[in-house]
């Protein structure tokens, strides 16, 4: 089955895509016709786009440089033009109906096979609900839908989004009110793509803050449901802490398939301290979270609007003080 695949890197970036690229290749299944399309800025070299070549050691499959018009986007950062690569998915790829497109900080433990023959046929998009909507709807009151999804790991409909132009809607909306907007690109894809996308289970896109217990105990709905995840299919290095330069669960992956590729794993004694110091922090915090936890139905304290709040015995509620809110709604 044809798999057509999209990713998006700079320089800084490209080790990364490569290590996205081998574990899907290194658990695809052997009818699995893999199609990457590569979307590259103008500053990766010929030698790291060699190392992406020789992924095919691993599984034959194609792999394509897209020519992007940097033209378009020389005004902005690197890191903003990726956001704009995006939006303009269905212009660049003209040939395509269909693409999953992958941020480059996950890995695939198995074939894509089953989520890229998911029917969109009415659909805008299929993706996983977020777990920063949860924070964002309990915490502060910041909502865009009933429903707010991450933008990592997208099922896109090409055709659709060329026949009512989402292109153009992307960039205005972007330009319009990106100053009030939390995640740039992900809001205004979910605001664009509102009551039109489909609903993926949470295996496709397990994104760190799963793991995390210290967040875990805080976010009961959700909990529930990553309880039911007995077999992940895509890990989503989501926060900051990425496996490369901190402490993460499920880092161990990013290392065994960082081994497949041509590029080098340089564990450095800086390295080693960053990621045992962070993991110290993070049993800190979770020590921290479970204290709350226990002791929440006699005290809470916790951000609501401008205020951070404090709760005790579940009904008397108090301003604590007041904060700057940056988290506007729309």
């Known amino acids: 089955m044809r798999i057509n695949i999209c990713l998006i890197s700079d320089e800084n970036f490209v080790q990364h895509l490569a290590v996205t690229m081998a ?13 990457f399309y590569l979307l590259l800025s103008e500053d990766v070299s010929e030698i790291n786009k060699q190392k992406i070549l020789n992924l095919k050691k691993i599984k034959n499959c194609n792999i394509n440089f897209v020519n992007v018009n940097v033209s378009a986007f020389k005004n902005y950062a690197l890191k903003k033009r990726a956001a704009n690569y995006k939006f303009m998915l269905a212009n660049i790829l003209k040939d395509l109906d269909k693409v999953l497109y992958l941020d480059c900080d996950l890995i695939v433990l198995s074939s894509l096979k089953d989520l890229f023959s998911t029917n969109i046929d009415n659909y805008y998009i299929a993706a996983v609900e977020d777990y920063g909507y949860y924070y964002l709807n309990l915490h502060l009151d910041y909502h865009i839908t009933d429903f707010y999804v991450n933008t990592g790991v997208l099922l896109i409909n090409l055709d659709l989004w060329r026949k009512n132009n989402l292109a153009e809607k992307f960039i205005t909306i972007k ?156």
Not at 23 to 35: E, K, V
Not at 302 to 308: A, E, H, I, L, N
């Open 23 to 35: 574990s899907i290749l290194s658990n695809a299944d052997n009818d699995d016709d893999l199609h």
């Open 175 to 330: 330009e319009k009110s990106a100053k009030n907007f939390v995640f740039v690109d992900q809001d205004v894809i979910n605001l664009c793509c509102i009551n039109k996308i489909k609903n993926l289970p949470l295996e496709y896109n397990f994104q760190h803050d799963f793991f995390e217990v210290n967040r875990k105990f805080r976010y009961h709905p959700l909990n529930n449901k990553i309880k039911s995840v007995k077999n992940k299919k895509i890990i989503h290095y989501t926060t900051p802490d990425k496996p490369w330069k901190a402490y993460c669960p499920a880092m161990k992956y990013y290392y065994k398939f960082l081994k497949m590729t041509d590029f080098k794993i340089n564990i450095t004694f800086s390295l080693v301290t960053i990621i045992i110091l962070s993991y110290v922090k993070y049993i800190f915090k979770s020590i921290l979270y479970f204290i709350a936890f226990i002791l929440s139905p006699i005290i809470n304290i916790y951000k609501r609007k401008s205020f951070v709040k404090i709760k005790l015995f579940g009904f008397l509620e108090f301003n604590l003080f007041k904060i700057k809110n940056k988290y506007l709604k729309y």
